[in-house]
């Protein structure tokens, strides 16, 4: 069964600090795997795409990895700040390798929250 | 840009009543996605539009819902007849490049909809 899994649900840390957020699928085949950061009453922005060949993608304080062997991504946040709270969403998308018609399966969701 | 539009952002309407949601996509953009997003089921792709043609609905979830595009600059989600279970917020959200894989996707601001 296709499926993305993150951990935490939740996160609560002090601002400055670093985070880490976890991403399992089961997605096959496997296309690409992107992570949006989402604001209390907006749309989701997107963060990084990775396909199956890239290990790390960084934008700005944060910083994707993938691993496509064991189907573990994570998303790491360096120097928290308040703005960070937010919900991040990991997203895989399942196609053909070349295909870019597929089916997008979605996390539930870490709601991060940062503390002053 | 203005990024990608929708209207109304709140709808509050009663149940059986036809409900129509409106998006501009960012100009130049190739590709359309209609999301839904509610607390029970996260967010939900229903359907995209490659250059204006339907490409894949099977998000859809049922034949009250209806999705257009009649030309690049619009596209329109109605649901007819609406029912409280449809009570969501949904997102469009345009892409340059066609298709599902390795596509960065620009959400629009969303629109709260509230069946009574």
């Known amino acids: 069964k296709n499926q993305v899994e993150q951990s935490p649900q939740s996160l609560i840390i002090l601002e400055g600090k670093n985070c880490t957020l976890q991403?399992?699928?089961?997605?096959?085949?496997?296309?690409?795997l992107r992570w949006y950061k989402q604001d209390t009453g907006r749309g989701p922005v997107s963060l990084t795409i990775?396909?199956?060949?890239?290990n790390t993608k960084s934008n700005g304080r944060y910083t994707a990895t993938l691993d496509a062997d064991t189907k573990q991504s994570s998303l790491h946040i360096t120097a928290s700040q308040l703005s960070d709270s937010a919900s991040y969403i990991c997203?895989?998308?399942?196609?053909?390798?070349?295909?870019?018609?597929?089916?997008?399966?979605f996390g539930r969701g870490t709601q991060l929250t940062v503390w002053p | 840009d203005a990024g990608v539009i929708q209207s109304p952002r709140h709808e509050v309407t009663e149940m059986g009543q036809e409900v129509t949601l409106r998006c501009k996509p960012i100009s130049g953009h190739n590709s359309l996605f209609w999301y839904r997003q509610t607390m029970m089921r996260g967010l939900e792709l229903l359907i995209y539009?490659?250059?204006?043609?339907?490409?894949?609905d099977s998000g859809m979830p049922e034949d009250r819902f209806s999705a257009k595009m009649p030309n690049a600059s619009f596209s329109t989600l109605k649901i007819q007849p609406s029912e409280p279970r449809d009570s969501a917020v949904y997102f469009c959200?345009?892409?340059?490049?066609?298709?599902?894989?390795?596509?960065?996707?620009?959400f629009g601001p969303g629109t709260r909809l509230t069946v009574l």
């Open positions: 990775m396909t199956f060949s890239e």
């Open positions: 959200a345009s892409s340059l490049e066609l298709g599902l894989a390795g596509n960065t996707q620009y």
């Open positions: 991403c399992n699928y089961t997605v096959s085949p496997f296309s690409n």
């Open positions: 539009f490659n250059n204006n043609v339907p490409i894949d």
């Open positions: 997203v895989v998308t399942q196609a053909p390798r070349g295909s870019t018609l597929g089916r997008l399966y």
